[in-house]
């Protein structure tokens, strides 16, 4: 059964973007972000949000797709301010939303009930961002994430070879970093298109 969003699990962009601020400026900052290593996080991720908000460039393609939505549709991104990969993809998806006002962005906190990301597993694990597209009768239409294709196999693939937590997290920054959001635009045209 699809969990609903609620006004306590979900905001706008604006609303994350405000709840960055609030916690990099907090001086006594709520779990997880009262331990250093999240708050480091969160703070390099605002930096990276705000970075290609400013930088990225969509695809001409993928604006003809989804200005082709005839029919509203809510985006529900499932997220939360410390993830790294969320930090990459989301401002990608805020800008493909903002293409058509036909489509409405939220974006769902995945640690805050109710847990709509528990009826979107990837292999069992909470991993995130998830993107629920769903109609305007609240229908899931297609699901996405946690990352593009083409990434997962290589984090899979940095997985097998036994990396460590943080050079992984080193190796994922150089390849969104090289990417520039083209993987998750080509995944985008097909899923939409």
């Given at each position: 059964m699809?969990?609903?969003v609620?006004?306590?699990?979900m905001t706008?962009?604006n609303?994350?973007?405000d709840r960055f601020?609030e916690i990099?400026?907090?001086?006594t900052?709520?779990?997880?972000?009262?331990?250093?290593?999240y708050l480091?996080?969160?703070k390099l991720?605002?930096?990276?949000?705000?970075r290609?908000?400013?930088?990225?460039?969509?695809?001409?393609?993928l604006?003809?797709?989804?200005n082709n939505?005839q029919e509203k549709?809510?985006?529900n991104l499932?997220?939360?301010?410390?993830?790294?990969?969320a930090?990459h993809i989301a401002p990608?998806i805020h800008?493909?939303?903002?293409v058509?006002p036909n489509?409405?962005?939220?974006?769902?906190w995945?640690?805050?009930?109710p847990f709509?990301i528990?009826?979107?597993?990837?292999?069992?694990g909470?991993s995130?961002?998830?993107?629920?597209?769903?109609?305007?009768e609240g229908?899931?239409l297609?699901?996405?994430?946690?990352?593009?294709?083409k990434?997962?196999?290589?984090?899979?693939?940095?997985?097998?070879?036994?990396m460590d937590?943080?050079?992984?997290?080193l190796e994922l920054?150089?390849w969104?970093n090289?990417?520039?959001g083209?993987a998750i635009?080509?995944?985008?045209?097909q899923?939409l298109?």
């Amino acid at each position: 059964m699809e969990k609903e969003v609620s006004l306590e699990n979900m905001t706008t962009w604006n609303g994350l973007l405000d709840r960055f601020d609030e916690i990099v400026s907090n001086p006594t900052p709520e779990t997880p972000y009262d331990d250093q290593t999240y708050l480091e996080y969160t703070k390099l991720n605002r930096s990276r949000v705000k970075r290609w908000i400013k930088t990225a460039q969509i695809n001409p393609k993928l604006i003809q797709v989804l200005n082709n939505i005839q029919e509203k549709q809510t985006w529900n991104l499932i997220l939360e301010p410390w993830c790294g990969d969320a930090a990459h993809i989301a401002p990608f998806i805020h800008l493909m939303a903002e293409v058509n006002p036909n489509i409405t962005l939220n974006i769902v906190w995945r640690d805050t009930a109710p847990f709509m990301i528990d009826d979107y597993l990837t292999n069992g694990g909470k991993s995130i961002p998830k993107l629920v597209i769903r109609d305007k009768e609240g229908k899931d239409l297609y699901v996405w994430g946690p990352r593009p294709k083409k990434c997962q196999d290589f984090f899979l693939g940095l997985k097998e070879k036994g990396m460590d937590h943080d050079q992984t997290k080193l190796e994922l920054q150089e390849w969104y970093n090289k990417d520039k959001g083209v993987a998750i635009q080509e995944e985008f045209i097909q899923m939409l298109g």
